[in-house]
Antibody
Framework: QVQLQESGPGLVKPSQTLSLTCTVS??????????WNWIRQPAGKQLEWIGR???????DFNPSLRSRVTISVDMSKNHLSLRLKSVTAADTAVYYC????????????WGQGTLVFVSS | QSALTQPASVSGSPGQSITISCTGT?????????VSWYQQHPGKAPKLMIYDVTNRPSGVSHRFSGSKSGSTASLTISGLQAEDEADYYC??????????FGGGTRLTVL
């Protein structure tokens, strides 16, 4: 069974960099059949797609976040990472990682999400 | 990119059918049949209900169905049950090789 688990600091100070990790089990990040995504959701608000990475290392990002986001994979640990720099209170949200199906473009497995507060 | 447009809320009585619309543009729903729908209960992660406009993943009730016309996709839930009460989000792939979500619809089962 595919499982994804997000982890990282629950509190980040304004202007600093948010860093999260998603550990994947039951699937390999090196598979070309899938791509790996970060998605977030502020409390009481809608889902927002942040970006994705393929096993090749190719990435795509939400235009509104592109200048601040880095997504990477560590094949040896089978996990993907998210870095969001220069955070503000508006970046406070539950952050999810999710698996996307290549060529069909939907998210079939999601992590449980991790809440990140941006506050001094 | 602008979010897809969904009604903020819909409601129905048990046993009834409801439809949730999701309107995009020629840059997303109007071009691709890569529309998916997700159900989210409070405090939980979203769950895939429909993919590629009309397809149901294994394990999802046949009461859930999807369709599309032009730049608008729809999710229909028939035979409403109390457990269907949740938030529903549509998602589309875009011509810019990105994904975009809808604003979400709160379904209330009366």
């Amino acid at each position: 069974q595919v499982q994804l688990q997000e982890s990282g600091p629950g509190l980040v100070k304004p202007s600093q960099t948010l860093s999260l990790t998603c550990t994947v089990s039951g699937a390999s990040l090196s598979s070309t059949s899938y791509y790996w995504n970060w998605i977030r959701q502020p409390a009481g608000k809608q889902l927002e797609w942040i970006g994705r990475i393929y096993s090749s290392g190719s990435t795509d990002f939400n235009p509104s976040l592109r200048s601040r986001v880095t997504i990477s994979v560590d094949m040896s640990k089978n996990h993907l990472s998210l870095r969001l720099k220069s955070v503000t209170a508006a970046d406070t949200a539950v952050y999810y990682c999710a698996r996307g199906v290549s060529g069909w473009y939907y998210f079939d497995f999601w992590g449980q999400g991790t809440l990140v507060f941006v506050s001094s | 990119q602008s979010a897809l447009t969904q009604p903020a809320s819909v409601s129905g009585s048990p046993g009834q059918s409801i439809t949730i619309s999701c309107t995009g543009t020629s840059g997303d729903i109007g071009t691709y049949d890569y529309v998916s729908w997700y159900q989210q209960h409070p405090g939980k992660a979203p769950k895939l209900m429909i993919y590629d406009v009309t397809n149901r993943p294994s394990g999802v009730s046949h009461r859930f169905s999807g369709s599309k016309s032009g730049s608008t996709a729809s999710l229909t839930i028939s035979g409403l049950q109390a457990e269907d009460e949740a938030d529903y989000y549509c998602n589309s792939y875009t011509i810019s090789s990105t994904h975009v979500f809808g604003g979400g619809t709160r379904l209330t089962v009366l």
